[in-house]
């Protein structure tokens, strides 16, 4: 019996990108828990905090599109971090259909305490810096291939 090379099987499951990239992302998330799990974050709720301590207050519509998250996705996400207090949906005032979303004080202050996630996610990789951004610009390419390609 010879043994089939990565040419000769396509479909061998060990060169599929997509299985790369799900076990890596599935890993990867699985590394956060723990760190975020004292904030009371799980790791969808702190992307949505991550983008509300840099661009908020901001419309769901476009919370939405920096997440690349669809509105049913993200409206349980919100209302879970409302219950908790780290966020308030208010009625924007130049347009009644619209929710801006906004951080509470409590919201602004867990940014102290997430500061000590980037690093903590870094020392459990045991990857350095530069070899991580080298890896988020080859991810950012497959992104951004992967969604002309849907166009």
Request: hydrophobic content about 45%; charged content about 25%; proline content about 7%.
């Amino acid at each position: 019996m010879t043994e089939i090379t990565e040419t000769e099987n396509p479909l061998a499951l060990e060169h599929q990108v997509c299985f790369a990239l799900a076990v890596a992302a599935r890993t990867v998330i699985a590394l956060y828990r723990p760190v975020l799990e004292p904030m009371g974050l799980t790791h969808p709720q702190y992307l949505v905090m991550l983008a509300l301590w840099e661009h908020e207050p901001v419309s769901v519509k476009d919370l939405s599109g920096m997440l690349q998250l669809e509105p049913a996705t993200l409206s349980p996400l919100l209302k879970r971090l409302e219950a908790a207090g780290l966020l308030r949906r208010d009625r924007s005032t130049t347009d009644e259909r619209s929710l801006a979303v906004a951080l509470t004080p409590e919201g602004r202050e867990l940014r102290n305490q997430a500061l000590e996630v980037p690093p903590a996610i870094v020392e459990r990789l045991g990857m350095n810096v530069d070899e991580l951004m080298e890896l988020h610009g080859r991810l950012t390419t497959v992104i951004a291939a992967a969604t002309s390609s849907r166009k």
